[in-house]
């Protein structure tokens, strides 16, 4: 069964530090996208990535969010320094170019206190 | 700017009624809607999608209707069960470029 696999699942970080999570894509998925889950905005796409490049980062606040994808088995959202505003659920997902939809990943809950 | 509108926001319904959630798009390129299913502490999952050549597709208890030239469309589930209790979002979609809708939080009561 294939599956995304997102870590940590659960992170309290105090404010200023830095958080890393990180996208294990499914197996020959070209396309990957990062999503921010809260109450108040529902899902927010932050940036995707096709064939590892960077395709769309607009929903992203530049200035403490970086999204990479050194290979093609891993993505990676930074959030540097984190704030509390960043408390959310993230997401990662995966598809493949031809194909209508994409698979989601269990999250990565932040706190950040 | 919301390209995907879904409402209601949130909906209770009894167990074996019918629940309506419905979606409205505003680009006509679209040529791919999903519905997600989400259940607390998971992430969305794919329940049933539709293109917009056909008016309907039924899986199940769960029904897209499709209406192109209004650019709408909803999600019918038939005989709801409190295990159907989630979030549900719409999504359109052209070659991955996934606009979701802001969800209803669907409560079945036994």
């Known amino acids: 069964d294939a599956r995304v696999t997102q870590t940590p699942r659960h992170k309290v970080t105090e404010m200023g530090q830095e958080v890393t999570m990180r996208c294990q894509p499914i197996?020959?998925?070209?396309?990957v996208f990062w999503y921010r889950q809260t109450m108040m905005q529902g899902l927010e796409l932050l940036a995707y990535f096709r064939n590892r490049a960077p395709l769309d980062d607009s929903g992203m606040p530049k200035d403490r969010f970086s999204a990479e994808m050194p290979d093609a088995t891993l993505a990676t959202l930074k959030i540097q320094p984190s704030e509390p505003r960043d408390s959310a659920v993230y997401f990662c997902?995966?598809?493949?170019?031809?194909?209508?939809?994409?698979?989601f990943g269990s999250g990565t809950r932040l706190t950040v206190v | 700017q919301q390209q995907v509108k879904q409402s209601p926001q949130s909906l209770i319904v009894q167990k074996g009624g019918i629940s309506i959630i419905n979606c409205a798009y505003e680009?006509?390129?679209?040529?791919?809607f999903p519905w997600y299913q989400q259940f607390p502490g998971k992430g969305p999952a794919l329940l049933i999608a539709i293109r917009p050549d056909v008016s309907e597709k039924k899986e199940g208890r769960f029904t897209i209707s499709f209406n192109k030239s209004a650019k709408q469309f909803s999600l019918h589930i038939m005989d709801s069960q409190p295990g159907d209790s989630a979030t549900y979002f719409c999504a359109a979609s052209l070659n991955l470029d996934m606009r979701f809708g802001a969800g209803t939080r669907l409560t079945v009561k036994p």
């Open positions: 197996l020959g998925h070209n396309t």
């Open positions: 680009n006509t390129a679209f040529d791919y």
């Open positions: 997902a995966s598809g493949l170019v031809g194909g209508t939809f994409y698979t």
